[in-house]
Every structure is written in structure tokens, then in C-alpha cells.
């Protein structure tokens, strides 16, 4: 009886390994172009940025300005969309504040938390919440344009909390 059991219980196994689903990656770059750099996917939802498009400016007196377009890409069941969209971040010169992201009319301070905090946020509140609190997006957008404007990662040392 006891052989009679590992023989169905085999076949189940292997019937499972053959039909398991097959996930892609989302792709690095946009069609391959390594002008558009993925910045954020999750979902059906992935955003690109466009590094041939980032600008910079430091004029103002205390802080830095730098913008780029980026590819909103939404992929569905009934066809794909994309919209070009174009974000603007500030920054401190003197690097003593979190950057900001100009989003609906006011500057947005993008924090910085750790893996931790982070965790306990999507467990306290849903990991919707935490998008929109932690503005993830435009933060892992404002580090690649950043890096792509300067040479090197924006300096990360200060440590925010979640409040």
C-alpha cells in the first residue's frame, strides 16, 4: 500500500513542476534603449526614465533644480499605454534636507527610510499607503536622475523617520 501512494504522490509533483508558470522580468531598459532606465515596476505598472531629457539647474541661492521625462507604462489585458509625463525635484545645496519632488502644486519632501521602517509601515498601513506616503516613484526616479547628473548617488546619510 505504501508503494502504491509514492507512485501518485511522484506524478503530482512532476505534473506541478510542468505546469508552473512562466514570469518575466520587467525589463532594465525600454525596448532595449539604455536611454530609458526603469525607475519603479510593480504590478502592471513600471515607470522609465528618460536620461537623455534630465536637465539641472543651480541658480537659485540654497537649492539645486533637475528634471527629467519619464514613460508611465501600464500593461494590460486589453493592450498596453504609456504617457510621457515630466517630474521636477529640488534639493539643498548644503545636502542638510531630504530632496523634494514638485508634484500638484507644492514641494514634497521624499524621505528616506530604512528597510525596517519601510516594513512596518506596509504592515501598519498596506503597502498602497506606503507608495503614496513614501512617494516612491519620484524617489527612485530623483536617485537615477541625480546620479545621472551628477556622476555619482545622491549622498543618503541622513536618516528620516516615518511619522
Same mark, same amino acid.
Given at each position: 500500500m505504501n508503494k502504491l501512494l509514492r507512485?501518485?504522490? $511522484? /506524478?503530482v509533483i512532476l505534473s /506541478? @513542476?510542468?505546469? !508552473?508558470?512562466?514570469?518575466?522580468?520587467?525589463?532594465?531598459? $525600454?525596448? &532595449? &534603449?539604455?536611454? *530609458?532606465? /526603469?525607475s519603479y515596476a510593480h504590478a502592471n505598472y513600471c515607470e522609465y526614465v528618460d536620461l537623455i531629457s534630465c536637465t539641472y539647474n543651480d541658480e537659485d541661492e540654497t537649492y539645486e533644480t533637475c528634471s527629467s521625462g519619464y514613460i508611465a507604462y501600464t500593461m494590460d489585458i486589453t493592450g498596453d499605454t504609456s504617457t510621457y509625463q515630466t517630474r521636477t525635484f529640488r534639493f539643498r545645496k548644503n545636502r542638510t534636507q531630504p530632496p523634494q519632488v514638485y508634484e500638484n502644486g507644492e514641494w514634497i519632501t521624499l524621505q528616506s527610510y !530604512?528597510?525596517?521602517?519601510?516594513?512596518?509601515? @506596509?504592515?501598519? #498601513?498596506? #503597502?498602497?499607503?506606503y507608495i503614496e506616503h *513614501?512617494? $516612491? *516613484?519620484?524617489? !527612485?526616479?530623483f536617485n537615477i536622475v541625480y546620479e545621472q547628473i551628477s556622476g555619482m548617488p545622491y549622498p543618503s546619510d541622513q536618516k528620516e523617520t516615518i511619522q
Open positions: 507512485y501518485p504522490f $511522484l /506524478l /506541478l @513542476i510542468s505546469m !508552473s508558470v512562466h514570469v518575466e522580468a520587467t525589463p532594465q531598459y $525600454l525596448d &532595449n &534603449n539604455p536611454n *530609458y532606465r /526603469l !530604512s528597510e525596517s521602517e519601510g516594513q512596518r509601515y @506596509i504592515e501598519q #498601513y498596506g #503597502y498602497t499607503e *513614501y512617494h $516612491l *516613484y519620484a524617489r !527612485s526616479m
